[in-house]
């Protein structure tokens, strides 16, 4: 946004804080990225893994301060996402609220607009993707609109910037005239039936008459009151009993009225106002079915739906392993070129530590970037353009049998290429059982790194037939492990409620600013751990202890798995980086490994280093999403599993080969 | 047993197999229930003749029966006592799968609706049958939602009294047919999250998809496109609106 064609006569500077809240997908982070360009950081919440993006803009003179709130629906207190929201706006006091409403849902969206008005916060209104919504044939009176509201609205298409310096200029003069007024801002728009209306009115007396300042509005909060909201109830508990008892007189009273519970009478009241406020303000020309619905129909035909499912998940996979290997050879050559990481290198402990931790610094460009990077960018397309929740709709009664719903489905997608950008996007899971449950799962799942162990030492070494039937075999453990967990973890599933948007063509600078904000934070999680890690396992090799717990797994590698004494360094080495398994091999016993180790003794070892501690950084991130014990309870399940199977497997397939 | 009391008996059977096979919806024919009752086609035809004299059921001959309106209300109520038995017998007193059918089939004909709805409680509102997981109906008594029918567990359903309109789980709707929301299953967390996304009490929406192998469905509310997991959309139940009627009120589905 350029900040110099309209100066401003207001020479002095003000920081403005405004925040963008609306529902998902109406374009929110479009707006975002436009108005704060590269001045972003995205963090999160304090003590909650919903994401906080905020950013800055210098307009006409002024830096103003942008947060993107969380999308949602409304404020109840079902998910994190709205309990953020709504303490933001009461505590942090925005400046000015940008409610973005999708022109295409203008009722649903309005629902959610009342709610923010009954905040009684400063409000501009900006209706989004006006383009879309002409494509349904639906024609918005923005300026009926705006003064059924009350509140300044401004028309954008924020995908092609349309629109959005006269919103700028919108939400400056609505901070600026509210920058004196303190009072909540009385909007008249919003009127009840005269049975709800009184008693809101007659709670906000009482709660004036107490003195009640609790940042949310009286009006607000006395709507929550009658709604039965347990949050506000316990804020208003500790300092206003009285306030709660006198509530819950009326909303029994509401109740007996309508003979529906007082929530269920609110909700119904908000949507027949936001009804009749958005069927003054829309006018629908002829229905038109659009391109979008055309694909639709494909998209979710009972048959081939399926067909597209599978190619779009194929499609993902493949895209990521051929660019991310061919991405992974050329970072490979160029990090080679300044230094060989050959693990096994010995001299001061300066020169070993260097190694080690360059090691681990080559083990995270060469693997986890050159694989994440256009997974993301690809998957963000995936995400944005509305293909992921068709594809979620399609599988959702297949990730039912493991508990969990559709859109689990991405997590488990993601496993594929990395594990650790995988458990982070568990977050898009409305619980934290399912986020547990996804990331067990997605911790067997057959990363990059356990692909390159299975094919390098089966697919070379025994044959190409069993290598694929070890990755077969991941799959069966993955949905036994699933359904072992879901067993230890009983418990109601959250059913899947989704929108389903209009499919739509991304914008090419959102998804590459989405993907280098995801691979930012991976980076800085996943760097310090590579490099820690390979420095310490480097050092505790040279000085021996490595070998010597070698030794001490001899009982588990030699008498349980049957493989050679020196498997236990593998392993451990393997911690960091799973291809440091074959690389310590080869400086064994060389290249021709056949020699070393039997078909037999191969295979136990793949399944091994497939299944045994996923790595150190997938470790890192299970600590940090979900803590010590859920982290260490899923690592040691892993390595059970790793070696149940593996000694399994060396019992039987003497018999088999 | 008398007579009397057997031919009732049979009546239900008969309700029990048109609403699954024919959902009151379409024609279902004689070969169809003979195969399912386990009886020769013969006895059918009588019978079928019978119920269209009772009211509950329209029978052309050589094509098969439909149910009524009234037959369809009688069908879902012993379907619903049947199901909520099978329930019981299988998660309560652990009585093993394959058996619950032919038990349930016994005790469904004296059940009282004041014992119905005490089991439903007792089994939390359940939308699916143990056996072959199909769909609960919701009770025929006048209660909005499951929370008003908690609280006022005191009166007797008799006292309730019954449901004007023909509820029908959003799950049997077909694509592109639209009903109003009467009444939503389940406690408050669950009507609150589908009132948050404007499913609520008197709200119309269309069937758009039913994804296979029991999976969600897509619905169009208020303007947008919504996806319900099977089991979240097993527990809203509408009316169905005719085609017309729709139409004059303008073709649209915003509510």
Known sequence: ???????????????????????????????????????????????????????????????????????????????????????????????????????????????????????????????????????????????????????????????RGEGLKKLMEKTLEMGKNQENNKNPIKYTAIEYGSEIEKRIKSIEKFMASKNMNLGYSHKWMAIKLLENDPEIKKLIHEEYPEVIQYSYQLALEIEEIHQEPAFAVIASERYTLASRIAAGAQLHTDIKITLSEKLDNVLTHPFLGYITSATIILGLLLWTFLIGDFLSGILTNILGFFQPTDPLLSGSIITILWNGAFGGFVACVTLIIPFVVPFYILLSYIENSGLLTRVAFMMDSFMHKIGLHGKALIPLILGYGCSVPAIDSTRILESRRERILAAFAITFAPCSARTIIILSLVAIFVSIWWALALYVLDLVIIFIMGKLALKAMPGESTSLIMEMHSLRLPEASSVLKQTWNRTKSLIYLVLPIFIAGGAIIQVLYVLGVLNYIGILLTPLTVYWLGLPAFAGVLLLLGIVRKEFIILTLVSFVGTDLSKALTPEQFIVLAIVGMLYIPCLSTVGILVKE???????????????????????????????? | MSGNENLSENIEEYLEVLYKLGKGDHLVNTSQISGNLKIAPGSVTPMLKKLDKLGYVNYSPYKGAILTKTGLKKAKSVTRKHRLLEKFLHDILQIRKDKVHDQACDMEHTLSDDAERALCHLLERPDECPDDEELIPACDFSFKTCEECMERKNEEVEQVGTRKENLISIVDLKEHQTGKVLFIRGDYKVIRRLMDMGITLGAKLSMMKIAPFKGPVEIAVRGSHLALGRDIANNVFVEIIPEQVKEEDGATVHG
């Open chain 1, 1 to 159: 946004m350029d900040n110099e064609e309209k100066p401003s006569n207001n020479v002095h500077e003000s920081d403005f804080t405004i925040a963008l809240a609306g529902n998902a997908n109406v374009g929110k982070s479009v707006i975002f990225n436009h108005l704060t360009g590269s001045q972003q950081t995205v963090g999160n919440w304090p003590g909650k893994t919903v994401e906080r993006a905020e950013g800055k803009l210098r307009f006409e003179d002024h830096d103003l301060h942008i947060i993107d709130l969380p999308g949602i629906y409304s404020f109840s207190t079902f998910s994190m996402e709205e309990i953020v929201s709504r303490e933001y706006i009461a505590e942090e006091n925005p400046d000015v609220v940008i409610n973005v409403i999708d022109a295409s849902v203008l009722e649903r969206n309005l629902f959610f607009t009342i709610q923010l008005m009954e905040m009684e916060i400063p409000m501009v209104i900006c209706i989004n993707q006006m383009d879309i919504a002409k494509q349904k044939g639906i024609v918005i009176d923005t300026k009926k609109l705006e003064k059924a509201l009350g509140i300044p609205i401004v028309p954008t298409v924020a995908i």
């Open chain 1, 626 to 657: 979900f803590g010590a014990k859920v982290a260490s309870i899923i690592t040691a399940t892993n390595l059970a599993t790793a070696f149940l199977v593996g000694g399994i497997f060396a019992y039987i397939l003497p018999f088999i080969l």
